[in-house]
């Protein structure tokens, strides 16, 4: 007696497409991921969860490195998430290989889109389950963009994704102004982040920067976030 | 069993501090001289990059046609003016992938970007190099004698333009009683600007 | 007890494409964008959502350069709809390649629909679910088309599509000339998104434009538009 | 009146990959496996259930040797694990050729991931039903790595797989610390093993190990285990 | 019916306790000489690993854009810098695929990793040989008399960088009355380190 | 309408009561000598078979690779250490696919398995021949002579080790002053030990 549905790649008759938005419910399950832009660069963060005791955090990798210049932190199904990062790199160096330059993020993110986008149209296959958060510095400036498995994508001064994602919005929307340099981007980034992860610790951040000035990717090692951590923790947190 | 044959003139580019000079005579196959508002040799690739090459006419204009069609695609894609190197890049590809043998073409690109004024000379083979100054076809062995004995660093725009006249007029050894002679396409950060240049009138008999 | 329906290419009983009429669905649920010919030129007008106060709205595009004379605003499915304006600009140059002239509005225009009207005959694959506002200076003058995902495409001295259209429609029945030049035709585009816009501020709204005398595209830069907004805001305006 | 349901690569409403869970739930009911890394090394352990008292267990490998240094303990559907083993020594041989080197452990793991994802993905298969763990030396020191049905790999210090795994899990989380030698490190699996094992007898455990030291995998022979056995007796045992 | 043609230049290399220097002449087929901050013959593959060649100038920038993309992408992989194994391994498999007919390419390819400095050479049918010295192209049987005779076990980079200066400029037999003469790199533990060393003055007449 | 160059050396193959003895000179194209723990034209296949071949050097690199990597996997799903003959066969169908021209490569396969010692030679075309000694190469002649003369049943591996040294010194006809000059891989029960014999000292004229 209630609705009854079908196959893969069409329209709803409210003009939807269901299994793209399905693919965004399998995102929002996923861990929760943040980025922010800022005049000192562009910082990507991601929470670990420690879904058992056991698990070794330091071999999972939650934000990437696509080219020296730009990074990436997925969110929904994992494995999803990897083929589109080794198609990103690909790309990234067909571009040099072309005009030999550095790509511009915008053109990765792009890229990305398109392959996500075909998989919603064509038969035989099924869309994507994953979102991206892309960032990096081009000769634009420091540039952040989400992708969603529909292929569409946006630019954005600070995005998260995953579940709880709301929660993170609110609190930067309050937080977020453009004129930081890299070192407190990444605090920002802490502390939002602190609000979902279980609990504060250094195993369970990830952080990847690009700095505007070196237009280098870098991925902070264990004492910068315990440092940061700690200079937070000077400034208190609280619980789930 | 048989050669190619070849019709060619002669093109010189000169690098100066505050932009580049690209300059070539007028000679094409069966002797006719032109006179318009576009030289022909020179192709504006975009609003601060231009091309200058040698081989068959017809290739050339193909050729300029297709770099300036994805060039054009790239810029929207990218944002931004491309840059020299990138436009001298994609043009060695797309040498490199219709291979051209060798001596059918030789392409010059000059521009200014961010960076700077750049001069990109494509050799036999296919390479990259950058450089101050360069001449491309037969006439340029004796080009190359005129521009180098009067090249210092850090010249003008201006003098680069005097330095490509010579060389070009003296290059091409023949006098017609009235035409006009050399086309120049000087590029600096506010754009670019071609002239044409006629060769002087003679002595009195 | 209501009615039964099934699978893609056919025709109902009635004559109808359901397929087509549910990605009319997914068009109208877009974002507003409008176009507006005048003697003076073309303008495109379209509004920038706010979805989250997060989002970066310089690095999004919602009226795209095909060439140098023409420009498209784009409704309803963003991934669908650039990788028809991908098409539209490979069809623009080869046009420059065939006839060495800049391309009619109407032919890059025919070219779209055509593409589109085959997503809808053969099997294997869905409709297009976006439908586009192309505008641009040919040698006819300025030129207005408005293409629908069935493959139709009608001109119109004025258009406006996605959401609320109508109410942006009866508004320009009411105060629509042909006798403008470009500057009034830029404040009408403003007057008439300020309908649907949440609030009227300068990064709301993107406008590109053609003019009769260049024939080129130019996009209005932030003070411009700032400079139109104010000039409305001396005439005061209201909320939704 | 029940939940009803249909075909292969699909997403549910909910954004999950169906065929990809039953997989999961073939997983469950394999025999119970474990991993352990420690300085010392990597200890890789299985319980061989004895289905009938005729059969052989000497003939049955739970634990595999990939590459001289790293080895694999699947669980799950017997068949498809086998699989995903030949496919793995491949992949580890193409490595030494191309780079003439020894594989990363994740590199491994990484290729094994990406043939379970296609299998998720493309129209004509369905999904491998077993889960795999990895573990091995190599120049990043010992690792261990856990597949899932889905493709998606974690990196761990510990894990379980198979029917009353949580059991074994719950087990590790209270005795696990980093700093054993491989000795301590075998006692502590064979304890974990003791669990879930019908009888704690020499022919219901297949152990497997790489030392940091040698970098080479060996399999324990029946002695040795029965030392460790006895080792334990000695602290006494129970039944289920 | 007609035979390849040819321009080649001389390089060196030579390992030593704490690093290796690789070397060569700048030689270029239409005779400009290249002054910047990097050296062409003398690529760089990754922070402490390069590649030395000699061959056709095109094919030697595509062949080493070909290795450093393939290599960055395995270090993102490996998440660890490349050995200097590795990455020869994979230059060899390049040249096995495209198996350019023997002469075309000689490399020589040098490095520090973890487990000290190497230098490999592959030889002209592919094979990889571990070395302590060697030196490629026309000069080489000049070259290789002076390394062989003033080589050492267990000397620094600092001698190896004068052996090498003097070998190249022995095998080359030219002086230009301003212009600089041999491209270094000299790689250690801590990183890349690229120059240029001029000829030196001639004695009063 | 052309031939192929081949440098090539010598090597010998010797079975005995309680193991095999393989061993060759250290020849190699451009005339580098190589000190390492590890000689070149001896290949460890397993830990009980080694193989020793003359040909192109290239080609002996990434063929012994082939085998190992498809032995090991076969001793993985045999669960048990390949046998001598299993690796000889296996060695041919590699040659017999890929058929490289008959005088491209001679190979010899020497291992012990619970079988005992056994040597297996493959002969021009392909065949496989077990035997108590062989050698391969120019001296091949030369050496066999010494081999022939000195070889009776049931010698040990010391005797073997030897005889090798012997045949191969008369075989090879070159002294550097202070060069080391024989590879040497003696199979036993025990695994396989490598080691190198420099050339001893001349009689006082």
Known sequence: MAGYDRAITIFSPEGELYQVRYAGEAVKRGWATLGIKCKGGVVLAAEKRKMSPLIDLSSIDKVYMIDEHIGIAPSGLHADARILIDYAREQAQTYRLLFDEPAEVEYVTKKISDLKQVYTQHGGVRPFGAALIVGGVDSHGPMLFQTDPGGIYFGYYATALGNSSSAILDYLEKNYTYDMDIGECTKLAVKALSLVVESLEVDRIEMGTIETATKKYRKLNTDEIKALIDKIKEERGSTQ | ?205
Chains 1, 3, 4 share one sequence.
Do not use: W
């Not at chain 2, 040498?95 to 010059?108: D, G, T």
């Open chain 2, 1 to 205: 069993m048989s050669e190619y044959e070849i019709i060619t003139g002669t093109s010189v580019g000169i690098k100066a501090v505050d932009g580049v000079v690209l300059a070539s005579e007028k000679r094409v196959a069966y002797g006719f001289y032109l006179l318009s508002k576009s030289g022909k040799k020179l192709f504006k690739v975009t609003d601060n990059v231009g091309l200058v090459s040698s081989g068959v006419l017809a290739d050339m204009q193909v050729i300029s046609k297709l770099v300036r069609a994805n060039i054009s695609i790239h810029e929207m894609e990218a944002k931004r003016p491309a840059s020299t190197r990138a436009v001298a890049k994609f043009l060695s590809q797309v040498l490199f992938q219709n291979r051209y043998m060798p001596f059918l073409v030789e392409a010059m690109v000059g521009g200014v970007d961010e960076s700077g004024p750049h001069l990109i000379v494509l050799d036999a083979a296919g390479a990259l190099i950058e450089d101050d100054f360069a001449s491309l076809g037969t006439g340029a062995r004796t080009a190359i004698g005129i521009i180098e004995t009067s090249y210092k660093q850090g010249l003008s725009v201006n003098d680069a333009r005097m330095i490509a006249i010579n060389a070009i007029r003296e290059a091409s050894y023949r006098d017609a009683v009235s035409g006009d002679g050399v086309d120049l396409m000087i590029i600096t950060k506010e754009g670019i600007r071609e002239e044409t240049v006629p060769i002087a009138q003679p002595a009195r008999l």
